[in-house]
């Protein structure tokens, strides 16, 4: 049987009281949306076979090779919170010190909160990625799929965290508060929000239920009322034939009623996600919007408890109505 990071982590978590998961063994504990590269942990970092390689049937046999040595394990990451720890091959400690407040029991390891990790990850990931974990933080989830009614946190507990925090990572974080907004469900939402902002193209309303003219068209991933636009990703979820009926009927209910959906799919957001930033352009444009005579980059607003921007001016047409879940 396979040891996994959370056998690991249990284990030395029981053993040393000092012990606390931390980095990036907590965000995986966790389940946060990390890089692809750092989504797993593994005992051994021996690499997978390519499943689509075909053997050459003119190659020369290739000699026996010399025994491998045993590959190192991927290091799991922990603290000893303010204590000295050997690091090793297995287990690569850190001498930070963390509040008590901040550390918590999940699946039988003692761990950084959920908050307190994000803080740490600023070590470790960039600010795109770290403005990914911050919004799949503070979203405001869906009961009916995730039994539970509240954020993991609040744009005042991010701003919090960061006021009381003196790493080196301080100034990056603040750079993702700007940046972070309550409404993306998922990291390639934001990734596209984030290129959208950077592309001068106007910042779009986020997972808002739109009723226009009495009519409900539930909830795009992004919209433009201004301008009658909306977008939706389609991600793996959106495959089954059910999901594709349904979002036939709901784009042509959009545009029954004047709507212009754009959907996106993971093709759209490679290299800079600059084909989706084409094709919304192109239809933003068709639709009167006109980009700002002077550019000097995005307008960020500070964040409120709501996730709306600070002082933003209402683009939303008379005809429409919008309420927050």
Known sequence: MDVTEVDALRAVTRNDPMAVARGLSAARLWGMPLPFTKQTWSASRTPEPDPWAEPDPWAEPAPTPEPAPE????????????????????????????????????????????????????????????????DHLVRQPRPEYEGRFDPYATPADLRDAVRQYRGSGRPML????????????????????????????????????????????????????????????????????????????????????????????????????????????????????HPPLAVSGPVIRPLTESGARANAPSSEPASAERSIR
């Not at 009723?211 to 979820?237: F, I, R, S, T």
């Open 174 to 289: 603040r750079k993702v508060l700007d940046l972070t907004r309550v409404g993306s469900d998922s990291p390639m939402e934001t990734r596209l929000r984030l290129a959208i902002i950077r592309g001068g193209l106007p910042e779009p309303v986020l997972n808002q239920r739109l009723v226009v003219e009495g009519n409900d068209l539930y909830e795009p991933d992004m919209c433009w009322p201004e301008w009658k636009v909306c977008l939706e990703h389609d991600g793996a979820g959106h495959r089954t034939k059910k999901q594709q009926n349904l979002d036939i009927q709901r784009r042509e209910k959009r545009e029954a009623l004047g709507w212009i959906e754009v959907q996106t799919v993971a093709a759209d957001l490679r290299n800079g996600c600059e084909r989706a930033l084409r094709r919304l352009r192109d239809v933003l444009t068709r639709r009167g919007w």
């Open 71 to 134: 590959p190192d394990p991927d290091p799991v990451h922990l603290t000893a919170n303010g204590y000295r720890r050997q690091s090793n091959k297995l287990l690569t400690w850190n001498r930070q010190r963390i509040r008590s407040e901040d550390i918590v029991t999940h699946r039988g390891v003692r761990v950084t909160s959920r908050v307190r990790t994000w803080i740490d990850l600023a070590q470790e990931l960039t600010l795109d990625e770290l403005v990914e974990i911050a």
